[in-house]
Nanobody, 126 residues
Framework: QVQLVESGGGSVQAGGSLGLSCAAS????????MGWFRQAPGKERERVAV???????NYADSVKGRFAVSKDNAKNTLYLQMNSLEPEDTAVYYC????????????????????WGQGTQVTVSS
């Protein structure tokens, strides 16, 4: 069973930076697609950034040029570096993974990711 544990959330002023980490366990090798989703109060959970088993990435338009997703296969850890944060980035951020769509996940929605972390709060104040 894949388990995901996020860390690194917190509060920051607009224009600041934060980094998130997601430690994964319960699978072997690098045949996994992982990503970050977020959910703001009253809104649906949306995809933020995804990285597939080949290292290719896909970002939501709202975070392009500001956020960077990366994965350390040796440590089974996913990262999200968030720069130039805006109040609109305030949300609970979730780490997610799929083994089934490890190579074809870049444009898939949250329903295709079968494993989820517990979430970590990111708050950006103006």
């Amino acid at each position: 069973q894949v388990q995901l544990v996020e860390s690194g959330g917190g509060s920051v002023q607009a224009g600041g930076s934060l980094g998130l980490s997601c430690a994964a366990s319960g699978y072997t090798g690098s045949n996994v697609c992982m990503g970050w989703f977020r959910q703001a109060p009253g809104k649906e959970r949306e995809r933020v950034a995804v990285i597939n088993m080949y290292g290719a990435t896909n970002y939501a338009d709202s975070v392009k040029g500001r956020f960077a997703v990366s994965k350390d296969n040796a440590k089974n850890t996913l990262y999200l570096q968030m720069n130039s944060l805006e109040p609109e980035d305030t949300a609970v951020y979730y780490c997610a993974a799929t083994l089934l769509y490890a190579g074809s996940c870049l444009n898939r929605g949250r329903e295709d990711f079968g494993y989820w972390g517990q979430g970590t709060q990111v708050t950006v104040s103006s």
